[in-house]
């Protein structure tokens, strides 16, 4: 009797973990590779010094796939180092970098927009449906944060 509960167990989570396997889908290559640290780091923008940056994600399984990735970055301005810090040009220049990594990584980008200071793509690749939003401000005087969440939805089934 023990011996079939314990078969029984086995059989149980077996299943269960089979079951759990079938409903996670993977995220697209941008989703998984994209850090808008790094992002900001490559181009090499001599007025912004790193000085606190944190990130955060979670994921939620059922019919889809539901993934999020947080960031929040906060730079030091740095007025020594080159011209005066233009926020514009800098957040022009961040989308463009962006919106390559997006097509890169094999995904298509299948909206955008702008104003200001805030950005954002929506993106497809396959069954995968994201967006991503990017928040830039001066804080404090010397100080710029950037906020961005990246979104992403596997598993969706498309009429295109």
């Known amino acids: 009797m023990k011996r079939f509960l314990f078969n029984l167990i086995v059989a149980g989570s077996a299943l269960f973990l089979c079951a759990c396997q079938a409903s996670v889908k993977t995220e697209t290559a941008f989703f998984r590779d994209f850090n808008l640290g790094a992002t900001v780091e490559q181009m090499k923008v001599a007025q912004l010094r790193p000085t606190l940056g944190s990130s955060s994600g979670g994921t939620a399984f059922g019919e889809t796939t539901e993934r999020e990735h947080v960031f929040n970055l906060e730079y030091l301005l740095d007025r020594q180092n080159g011209a005066p810090f233009d ?9 463009y970098e962006i919106a390559g990594q ?23 690749a396959g069954e995968n449906r994201g967006s991503i939003d990017v928040i830039g401000a001066r804080v404090e005087g010397n100080k710029y944060k950037l906020w961005c969440v990246v979104r992403e939805s596997a598993g969706i089934k498309s009429d295109d």
């Open 87 to 95: 926020e514009a040009i800098f957040l022009n220049r961040l989308q």
């Open 102 to 124: 997006i097509s890169k990584a094999g995904a298509r980008a299948n909206g955008s927009g702008s104003s200001g200071d805030i950005f954002y793509f929506n993106y497809s």
